[in-house]
Nanobody, 126 residues
Framework: QVQLVESGGGFVHAGGSLRLSCAAS????????MAWFRQVPGKEREFVAA???????????YYADSVKGRFTVSRANDGNAIDLQMYSLKTEDTAVYYC????????????????WGQGTQVTVSS
């Protein structure tokens, strides 16, 4: 079973940058899709970005339209960690961000993931 631990997050002014990291332990996650979701109170967990395994050492990146061009997801060489680099942050990016890992599809929905991190708060002020 894969366990996930997130780090990073915090407080930043609009237009600023933050980096989130997620490390997997236990079973190797190198062939898993690893993703970031975010959630604000009263709303469903929302897909942000995913890094999916394409065979051998190939990975693909996918982004929600709301973050495309501003966020970048990257995978560690051993496939067991991902980072989310966030640029040009907006107040609407404020949320708890969760790292997830799983083998199911579609990768844009939370139900496809079996392992979740504890969540890390990102707050963007105007």
């Amino acid at each position: 079973q894969v366990q996930l631990v997130e780090s990073g997050g915090g407080f930043v002014h609009a237009g600023g940058s933050l980096r989130l990291s997620c490390a997997a332990s236990g079973r190797t996650a190198s062939t898993y899709a690893m993703a970031w979701f975010r959630q604000v109170p009263g709303k469903e967990r929302e897909f942000v970005a995913a890094n999916t395994w394409g065979g051998r050492k190939t990975y693909y990146e996918y982004y929600a339209d709301s973050v495309k061009g501003r966020f970048t997801v990257s995978r560690a060489n051993d496939g067991n960690a991902i980072d989310l680099q966030m640029y040009s942050l907006k107040t609407e990016d404020t949320a708890v961000y969760y790292c997830a890992a799983g083998l199911k599809r579609p990768f844009e929905i939370a139900q496809s993931y079996d392992a979740w991190g504890q969540g890390t708060q990102v707050t963007v002020s105007s």
